[in-house]
Structures are given as structure tokens and as C-alpha cells.
């Protein structure tokens, strides 16, 4: 390993992320935009009752079949404020959330940028994983005024292994800032226990799906202030996340869309959980 990766595994290891700017070129980010933006355009909005809606709540997540078989294909989720009664209020380029969850097997632009060994490398190199499996694709837009929040959460939660293993890269295909809705991170908090737990619910179950408390060592109130830091990203920025490491966003009331896309790797040698909402 040269020095200038040390010097990062060791920046990751201390603080449970890790910002790298300009990983993408502006090309790289740009093709991955408008593939997102082909993807919307042949998307045809179903009608309101059929429609999947990302919660900002998530212990409310989405517990529908939608959401549940999204696991394994590539579906739109819309942003809460979106709708207005039945029709959207804006049209459908501005209206969605995000593109989850298996573009990185399915998509022609997206699974090989997802696949690449440029990448898997990093999760080796920086956060020490042994075997690499990527698990999971979000393209997030955080839209212009409705992107909504994302409440305070650890991305281990949603993955389960044994021992967590999670890590998310995630990549700023626009400028995130303050204003538009960047993440804010708890510098260390990766040390802590993981608080929660995501999974299917037990046959029978008419949940769905069920959030588990495991540890309820508290954190500190989620604030656009210390000991929160805020993730500010240039386009082309790759931030590495450590899957225990506690982080929120605020909602976009700003004019400025935040595109995002985010992959999480779970490690080979963890024990996968049985009930984790996506099969694998
Ligand atoms: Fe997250």
C-alpha cells in the first residue's frame, strides 16, 4: 500500500468516513446523470395509489411489496411532498426520490461503474474488507425544494452481517452543500454499538417488515452543528462510509438538485442474516 493510502485507512479508521474529492471526472459524473435522467424519462408514473413513496421516517420505511422487491430490480420511489392528492405537483423529473436497488446488476450504464475493480479496491484499501460484495444501489436525487430528509441512521442496520460489515461509498454527481441537503456525520461515532435493526418480518407477519432496537446508547440530537460535521462534497467527490457510522441529511429547500449515487459492500466473511429485507 503507498503512503498516501495509509494515511487515508488511517483517516477512515479514525473518523468512519472518509472524503475523497474528485475520484469521478466530470464526464463520469455526467454519464451517470443522464442515465438516471433516460431512466426517469421512460418511467411512467403510475397512479397515486400504486405509488411508492420513500419515508423520511425510517422506521416507517416503505414496508410494500414495491419496496420489498426492489431488492432485485430498478424501481422509483417518490418523494413524499410530490403529490398532491392524486396528480403531482411538479412534473415526474423533479418528483422522485430515488432509484433503488439493484441498479448495479441490472442497468447497462450503472453496473459497470458499480462493478469496477477501481472500486472494489478502495473497500479493500481503505476500509480493510476481505471480500467485497456489493449488495445494494441508490441513485438519490434530493430534488430542488421537496427533497426530503433523511433521518438519523447507521447504513449496518439495513445490511445485517455478522459482525457488521457494511460500507457505502457514496458519490456527489452534484455539488452537496449545506443548502441543498449534504450528510452530516458524527466524526468517531463508528465506535459505538449498532443501534438498530431492519428486516423482514417473520412469516405470518403483516408488517412486512420490522425495526429492532438493539442499543439504546443514545446520540447526540441530530443538528446542522458540532459534534455533527457536515459533509460538503464537489461533484466527483467519493466519500467512503463506514457502515456503523451515525449520519443524517436535512431536506433541499433550495433550488439546486443533489445528485447522489451510493453503493454498500457487505463483507464475503460476515455471516449474511437470514431475514435481511433484500435476498440474496
Ligand atoms: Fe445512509
Known amino acids: 500500500m503507498d503512503e498516501a493510502t495509509e494515511e487515508e485507512a488511517r483517516t477512515y479508521e479514525r473518523d468512519g468516513f472518509l472524503v475523497i474529492p474528485s475520484f469521478l471526472s466530470e464526464g463520469e459524473c455526467f454519464a451517470l446523470m443522464d442515465r438516471a435522467k433516460r431512466l426517469v424519462d421512460s ?24 419496496f ?34 439493484a441498479l448495479h446488476e441490472l442497468d447497462e450504464v450503472f453496473a459497470p461503474f458499480s462493478k469496477s475493480t477501481r472500486l472494489r479496491d478502495i ?84 408488517r412486512g417488515t420490522v425495526m429492532t432496537t438493539l442499543d439504546e446508547t443514545p446520540l447526540p440530537a441530530p443538528m446542522p452543528s458540532e459534534p455533527w460535521i457536515p459533509l460538503e462534497a464537489k461533484r466527483g467527490t467519493m466519500i467512503v462510509l463506514h457502515g456503523l457510522l451515525p449520519h443524517w441529511s436535512s431536506s433541499n429547500r433550495s433550488t439546486r438538485s443533489r445528485h447522489a449515487y451510493a453503493l454498500h459492500f457487505v463483507d464475503g466473511e460476515a455471516a449474511w442474516a437470514a431475514d435481511n429485507w433484500i435476498a440474496r
Request: with cysteine; charged share 25%; hydrophobic share 35%.
Open 43 to 66: 418511467f411512467e408514473v403510475p397512479s397515486r395509489d400504486r405509488a411508492s413513496v420513500f419515508s423520511t421516517n425510517e422506521q416507517t420505511r416503505t414496508s410494500d411489496d414495491y
Open 68 to 101: 420489498l422487491a426492489s431488492g432485485s430490480r430498478v424501481s422509483f420511489f417518490f418523494e413524499e411532498e410530490a403529490w398532491d392528492q392524486g396528480t403531482l405537483r411538479h412534473d415526474k423529473s423533479i418528483s422522485i426520490n430515488k432509484i433503488g436497488h
Open 123 to 206: 473497500t479493500r484499501s481503505v476500509a480493510g474488507m476481505k471480500t467485497p460484495e456489493l449488495v445494494q444501489s441508490m441513485y438519490i436525487f434530493k430534488n430542488p425544494l421537496i427533497g426530503g430528509d433523511v433521518s438519523c441512521h447507521q447504513d449496518a442496520s439495513f445490511l445485517i452481517t455478522t459482525p457488521p460489515s457494511v460500507v457505502g461509498l457514496w458519490f456527489a454527481l452534484e455539488d452537496a452543500t449545506i443548502e441543498n441537503g449534504c450528510m452530516w456525520a458524527l466524526p468517531g461515532g463508528h465506535r459505538g454499538p449498532l443501534r438498530k435493526r431492519f428486516s423482514r418480518a417473520p412469516e405470518g407477519d403483516a
